[in-house]
């Protein structure tokens, strides 16, 4: 089991920033990568951004390259996510999440938190 706990979140102007952050505990020495996902308000959950805990190879989904970035602290089995220039259309709750292989699943899911950006 892992378990993941995200903060960060709140309310923000459009251009502005805000950096969450996502801790796992638990079985997470097996982990491979974690993830970023969002889901806006009668919107599908959507891919954001993602990084291996080896090597730190990343990821990002169109929408938000250059203005987002992800990083890590394995010591602190952390998860960041820097957003940056945000958007109106970034308001959604984003959730973390973790998978255990390279083409696996991600099986294992944060309880979001809250981000919203007013124009």
């Known amino acids: 089991q892992v378990q993941l706990v995200e903060s960060g979140g709140g309310l923000v102007q459009a251009g502005g920033s805000l950096r969450l952050s996502c801790v796992a505990s638990g079985r997470t020495f097996s982990s491979y990568a974690m993830g970023w996902f969002r889901q806006a308000p009668g919107k599908e959950r959507e891919f954001t951004a993602a990084?291996?805990?080896?090597?730190?190879?990343?990821s990002y989904a169109d929408s938000v390259k250059g203005r987002f970035t992800i990083s890590k602290d394995n010591a602190k089995k952390t998860v960041y996510l820097q957003m940056n220039s945000l958007k109106p259309e970034d308001t959604a709750v984003y959730y973390c999440?973790?998978?255990?292989?390279?083409?696996?699943?991600?099986?294992?899911w944060g309880q979001g938190t809250q981000v919203t950006v007013s124009s």
């Open positions: 990084i291996t805990w080896s090597g730190g190879s990343t």
């Open positions: 999440a973790e998978r255990a292989s390279a083409f696996g699943p991600y099986n294992y």
